[in-house]
């Protein structure tokens, strides 16, 4: 059984552009949620997909944008990035039907200049 | 509307004493909870979850929590703490809105130090 995996590890973009992060999800989950997690701060819900589709979003604005594939796999798509955009990026799947328990990948650090 | 609140930013404990991190929540369905541990530069890793069955639960590493429904609290405790569980906790509970478009909610995070 493989963990949730993310690329990239880091990276760095400046101001306007846009950035594409990726997330495997672990071997037979279904479900794949996204989180912001702010320097000190706790995660705060981006949005969920479940089967390719959304199924729940968060507060965040539309250049924040998502997709799930066929195996499950998933990318987090920020458009115009904003300084404020600096933060960790998580990725975690789950088995919706399940117990909730979401499986957490290590997450990728985005730095914007 | 679900919500969750961690009582202590920081707690600051020695070596071979007890651990407690306090977490309160507010939920109009029958929750569940959970809490997570995330070590420095790493991501976050579940310690245990309540999901309605026993309301003492067992995690890993030496950690339980227990469910208390009266006092809609879901504290962690550790009898003896270690070195290495010095890191961040948060605790979480489900939402269980309409639609079953479960998402979690996250506390704002309690900062475990662990001295020698």
């Known amino acids: 059984e493989t963990g949730v995996t993310q690329s990239p590890t880091h990276l760095i973009k400046t101001r306007g552009q846009q950035v594409t992060l990726r997330c495997s999800s672990q071997?037979?989950?279904?479900?794949v949620s996204w989180y912001q997690q702010a320097l000190g701060q706790g995660p705060q819900f981006i949005f969920q997909?479940?089967?390719?589709?959304?199924?729940g979003r968060g507060n965040f604005p539309p250049r924040f944008s998502g997709l799930q594939f066929p195996n499950y796999s998933s990318e987090l798509n920020v458009n115009a990035l904003e300084l404020d955009d600096s933060a960790l990026y998580l990725c975690?799947?789950?088995?919706?039907?399940?117990?909730?328990?979401?499986?957490f990948g290590p997450g990728t650090r985005l730095t914007v200049l | 509307a679900q919500s969750v609140t961690q009582l202590d930013s920081h707690v600051s404990v020695s070596e071979g004493t007890p651990v407690l991190l306090r977490c309160n929540y507010s939920?109009?369905?029958?929750?569940?909870l959970f809490w997570y541990v995330q070590h420095p530069n790493k991501g976050l890793q579940l310690l245990l979850k309540?999901?309605?069955?026993a309301t003492l639960v067992k995690g890993i590493n030496g950690f339980e929590a227990e469910f208390k429904k009266s006092e809609t609290s879901f504290h962690l405790t550790k009898p003896s703490a270690h070195m290495s569980d010095a890191a961040e906790y948060f605790c979480v509970v489900s939402d269980h809105n309409a639609g079953n478009n479960r998402k979690l909610i996250w506390g704002l995070g309690t900062s475990l130090a662990v001295n020698p």
């Open positions: 975690a799947s789950s088995l919706k039907g399940s117990t909730d328990t979401q499986y």
């Open positions: 309540y999901t309605s069955a």
């Open positions: 071997s037979g989950h279904n479900t």
């Open positions: 939920s109009s369905y029958s929750p569940s």
């Open positions: 997909y479940y089967r390719e589709e959304e199924n």
